[in-house]
């Protein structure tokens, strides 16, 4: 696809957006420009991508055809589409595409298709189930929704970003969908931590404890991101605690609507919290291991 005249513009551009935004200048596309919450970060990657770094959602708005959101939470996606703030995306929302990539409440999404629709745009929901390498290479799993006309649109963008690209349907039900899988991969590396402090405990060497794992029923794709990393305490940051937190809320919270109780994921939420309390937020998901293993973090 070549790029509209205005181009593409990206609101977050922490480690996922940066990587995206970098996978789609290789590819030649044009970006227009970015803007974060962190200036910084917006300056720097400006300068890497050759656009500009804006002060609002509304400038990027106003110079891209095409705008990505990656952002946080349900509060920053309400901010930035809020209807009557000047600095918001909804201004200059005639005749644009938004691609928004965040794991937030479902009905945020619909609230922002509705929104944006209203104001002569489009909006699609983008929910990515994979983690910073993909971004940059341009692997991600995307699992979207929204109505059929604005996947189509965006499903260029989108094959450049990914190589898996889902439809999964009406606008809230890819948010639903990357919920489930967020809520079972926490509870999956909640699991993992405690199986390994608990061979730590009894002695048993955890490279061959992980070796067994792999090759029997307590194999799992955390086991292969996560498990060394918690063996040797390395938890640089590719999907953080406070982030897994927020994620197993929102599953949790479909949960209750159902009148469904999940005490799995309520306990795995629990610890990942607790990691919160303790100042450890923004340490990767693999640092629920700290909480399981003796002697590494005081009950």
Not at 150 to 156: C, I, L, T
């Amino acid at each position: 696809m070549e790029p509209s005249a205005r181009g593409i513009g990206f609101v977050g551009v922490g480690r996922m957006g940066s990587n995206m935004a970098k996978r789609l200048k290789d590819l030649g596309y044009r970006i227009t420009a970015v803007q974060d919450r962190q200036s910084e970060s917006a300056d720097t990657m400006a300068h890497d991508l050759g656009c500009e770094a804006v002060p609002s959602p509304a400038h990027v708005a106003e110079r891209s055809d095409i705008i990505l959101t990656v952002v946080s939470d349900d509060t920053a996606m309400r901010e930035i589409y809020a209807e009557h703030e000047s600095s918001s995306l909804i201004p200059h929302a005639n005749g644009r595409l938004f691609i928004n990539c965040a794991t937030v409440t479902p009905t945020i999404h619909i609230d922002i298709e509705q929104i944006v629709e209203r104001h002569g745009g489009s909006s699609l929901e983008a929910c990515m189930a994979s983690s910073i390498t993909q971004a940059r290479q341009g692997t991600l799993y995307l699992m979207c929704g929204g109505t059929p006309e604005a996947f189509a649109q965006a499903r260029p963008v989108l094959d450049a970003l990914g190589t898996t690209v889902r439809h999964i349907g009406p606008s809230g039900e890819a948010a639903k969908v990357k919920a489930l899988v967020n809520m079972v991969m926490n509870s999956n590396t909640a699991a993992l931590a405690e199986g390994l402090g608990l061979g730590a405990a009894l002695g048993i060497d955890l490279t061959l404890l992980r070796e067994v794992f792999s090759q029997t029923g307590a194999a799992s794709r955390v086991l292969e991101t996560d498990g060394e990393d918690m063996q040797h305490r390395e938890h640089a940051c590719f999907f953080s605690a406070a982030h897994a937190a927020k994620d197993s809320a929102i599953a949790l919270a479909l949960s209750n609507d159902v009148g469904l109780t999940l005490p799995v994921a309520q306990a795995t939420l629990d610890q990942y919290r607790r990691l919160i309390t303790l100042g450890k937020g923004e340490l990767d998901k693999s640092a629920v291991a700290e909480l399981t293993f003796k002697g590494r973090i005081e009950s």
